[in-house]
C-alpha cells in the first residue's frame, strides 16, 4: 500500500483544486509514492501528543484537518511546535497529510458533517463557488425549537465550554446556517439565506451587531466546531480496509482543544 492510495480517496472527496489559494492542504512530510507501513490516524492538528500518540500505536501517516505548517519555515531546531512536530515526523518516518479548505467546501463536506450532527435536513451550499461546492450550508431542523433547548443541544453535541451568542432575537429557531471554522466573513450570506441562527466560529466583537435583529449569531468555537472532521476522514477512508488487508486506521485519542475555560 502507498501514501498515494490514502490521498486519493481524500482527494477523491475533497480535490485539492478546492482549497483556498492561502491554504497549505494536501501531503506536507513524505512521498507519495512511499510505501505506507503501520496505520492512519486522523486528528485535527498534529500536535506533540498526536505525534506520541501515532508512534505508540505504529501509524505511519497523520491525516489532519489542519496543515501543520501553514507559514514558511525558515529552519528547523525546535524552537517552535510546528517545527519540532515536522521534526519528530521525520525522525520517526510519519507522513503528514492536511484536508483543510477543500474538505470545508466539498459537495457534503465539514458544514454538512456539523449541520448532520445538529439535525438540520434539507442542506444547501451556503456561499458556493461552483454547482454544489462552497462554504458553510443552510436548511432547516425537523421542527422548531425553541432557542435555549437549540444553545443547550450546540452545548451538548460539540461539547461546548460556552456558546458566545448576539442578542436572543428570536424565541425559537427553524433555519440555520453553518460554517464550520472561522465563519465571520460569511455572515452577510448567512442573513441572505434568511436563517434564524447562523453558527460558526471565531467571530469578531463588532460581528455581533451584524444580525441587527434578523437572526441570531452563534459562536461555538473553532476545535469545536470542526472536531466533525475525524469522523468525516474516517468515513472516507473506511472503504481502504476491505481493499488492503493491513490497512488500519485510528481516531486520535489526543486530539484536543487548545482552548480552555475557567468555568
Known amino acids: 500500500m502507498k501514501i498515494k492510495d490514502v490521498t486519493d480517496r481524500i482527494e477523491s472527496f475533497a480535490p485539492l483544486s478546492l482549497q483556498e489559494s492561502y491554504d497549505n492542504a494536501g501531503l506536507i512530510v513524505g ?24 508512534i505508540e500505536r505504529g501509524c505511519k501517516m497523520i491525516v489532519t ?15 517552535s511546535l510546528v517545527e519540532r512536530c515536522v521534526e519528530r515526523a521525520i525522525k520517526h518516518d510519519i507522513a503528514l497529510y492536511a484536508c483543510h479548505t477543500n474538505l470545508d467546501s466539498a459537495r457534503h463536506g465539514m458544514s454538512w458533517r456539523l449541520g448532520q450532527l445538529l439535525g438540520v435536513e434539507n442542506m444547501q451550499v451556503l456561499e458556493p463557488t461552483e454547482e454544489g461546492v462552497g462554504f ?25 465550554g460556552a456558546v458566545r451568542h448576539s442578542a436572543v432575537v428570536k424565541s425559537s429557531v427553524k433555519r440555520v446556517a453553518i460554517c464550520t471554522g472561522a ?32 437572526f441570531i449569531l452563534c459562536d461555538v468555537g473553532h476545535f469545536e ?24 486506521l485510528h481516531k486520535s485519542a489526543n486530539s484536543k482543544n487548545p482552548m480552555n475555560y475557567y468555568v
Open 31 to 54: 512521498r507519495y509514492d512511499d510505501t505506507l507501513q503501520g496505520g492512519v490516524l486522523l486528528a485535527v492538528d498534529v500536535t506533540d501528543e498526536v505525534i506520541d500518540e501515532a
Open 65 to 79: 484537518h489542519h496543515p501543520i505548517v501553514f507559514h514558511p519555515l525558515k529552519r528547523f531546531n525546535s524552537a
Open 136 to 160: 458553510g450550508s443552510v436548511g432547516e431542523l425537523a421542527e422548531p425549537m425553541k432557542t435555549e433547548e437549540f444553545f443547550a443541544r450546540l452545548k451538548s453535541v460539540l461539547g461546548c
Open 183 to 214: 465563519g465571520g466573513s460569511m455572515i452577510g450570506a448567512a442573513a441572505a439565506s434568511g436563517c434564524d441562527v447562523y453558527v460558526t466560529a471565531d467571530v469578531k466583537y463588532n460581528d455581533y451587531y451584524t444580525p441587527d435583529g434578523r
Open 225 to 248: 466546531s470542526e472536531y466533525c472532521a475525524i469522523d468525516l476522514l474516517f468515513d472516507i477512508l473506511a472503504d481502504l480496509s476491505k481493499i488492503f488487508s493491513n490497512f488500519a
